[in-house]
């Protein structure tokens, strides 16, 4: 049976002011024009938010399979359809233990995937990462992980400038998992070493990185400059300033900026004591710190407000919305899937109210409760 909304529908080649989304089961049959009394509501693909590690008081970070299913339903209602379930630096029986929890769900489609931030570590450019459990890349382990995975594991941050990092990087691209550079303080070269080693995405660029400066452009710049690479921002207005949000989007264009929320358990709840990764975390008007040092400790941003505050910032809807759902899917590999109101795509759609708030959420051809 074929089920219609109408509004002003944000396609992969613009908005369209009167239009309307077709889907009939859970596949996408029709994006066109529809003309009606009045714009209605904005019409987005559902957001697919790829570096998260929990929400609404509940964390992917300890490996347990029903406080993943809580996080995830959690940012669901706010629009977000398709997630990777984002760890922290863990020893290694952790990391294992969660890829054996979290492989059902990700059959399941509760979770489009897991992503591992670290171990493999900057101890210099750690940020909330705890430093007790940094190490260098081990071929071994991320051989066990995938095998463990059965195709769970989407993605891993790592840092290029460690002892067998590259190797690394060239045995996750050879198995279709993402290498993404990120908590690095690698030198220009040594970046674009990894990306020619196929790294291909950066965990929340500017955030956890060596600096820019103008002798020693650092992993940032190679980053922008690779065209192959994917770039993960934080819009939360406290990881990025504002200026750097629009001129990073500006450099590269929409189709290389993914909009993150990097939450952690505290997104979605009130002030107060929360944890990361076994550290304690201080959360004060929304903004989340390591109690030990201050350090920013993830977020407690949705998809939802991030795609607000880029519009706020002055990123077009048309461009925002391929940040919040086209770009990132195509980075983790579910660009055939997910991530755009086009024939034949899962029917995910997000419907919004003028001032970007959700009102209701469409994920494979069903409202969201």
């Known amino acids: 049976m074929t089920v219609r909304v109408n509004g002003r529908v ?27 009394v009045r714009d209605g509501h904005w019409i987005l693909p559902g957001f697919v938010d790829m570096h998260t590690h929990g929400g609404g008081g509940h964390t992917f970070t300890t490996g347990d399979a029903d406080e993943a299913r809580a996080a995830a339903g959690f940012h669901l209602a706010h629009g977000t359809t398709t997630l990777l379930a984002s760890l922290v630096s863990a020893p290694f029986p952790l990391m294992r233990a969660a890829t054996e929890a979290f492989a ?21 450019r750690c940020g909330a ?21 059965r195709g769970a594991i989407r993605m891993v941050t790592l840092a290029p400038e460690r002892d067998g990092a590259l190797e690394a990087i060239k045995l996750l ?15 220009y070269e040594q970046t674009r070493a990894a990306v020619a080693a196929g ?12 600096p820019v400066h103008h002798r020693e452009p650092g992993p940032v710049v190679a980053l922008l400059d690779a065209p192959t690479v994917i770039c993960e921002l934080v819009a939360d207005g406290v990881h990025l300033h504002d200026g750097i949000l629009t001129f990073t989007t500006a450099t590269v264009g929409p189709d290389r900026a993914a909009l993150i929320t990097d939450a952690m358990a505290a997104a979605g709840m009130p002030d107060g004591e929360y944890e990361l990764g ?16 201050g350090a920013i400790a993830g977020s407690t941003l949705t998809m939802e407000a991030a795609l607000r505050h880029a519009v706020d910032a002055g990123i077009p809807m048309a461009d925002a919305a391929r940040m919040v759902a086209t770009t990132p899917a195509r980075a983790i590999g579910l660009g055939d899937r997910v991530g755009a109101l086009q024939v034949g795509l899962r029917a ?22």
């Open 199 to 210: 790294a291909s995405v950066g965990t929340h660029l500017f955030n956890g990185m060596r």
């Open 129 to 149: 990462q705890n430093p007790e459990y940094l190490r260098d890349p081990s071929i071994d382990e991320l051989t066990e992980l995938i095998t463990v995975g």
């Open 278 to 293: 076994g550290q304690a975390v201080t959360v004060t008007d929304g903004v989340a710190r390591l109690a030990r040092d």
């Open 104 to 124: 059902p769900l990700v059959e399941e489609g509760v979770l489009a995937g897991v992503h591992f931030e670290g171990p493999y570590l900057s101890a210099a």
């Open 10 to 36: 944000v396609t992969p080649n613009g908005v369209i002011r009167q239009g309307c989304v077709e889907w009939d089961g859970d596949r996408i049959t029709a994006v066109a024009e529809y003309p009606s």
């Open 348 to 369: 995910d759609l997000v419907v919004l109210d003028d001032d970007l708030n959700v009102v209701r959420v469409l994920r494979g051809g069903s409202w969201v409760e």
């Open 173 to 187: 691209a050879a198995q279709r998992v993402v290498a993404a550079v990120g908590h690095t303080d690698a030198t």
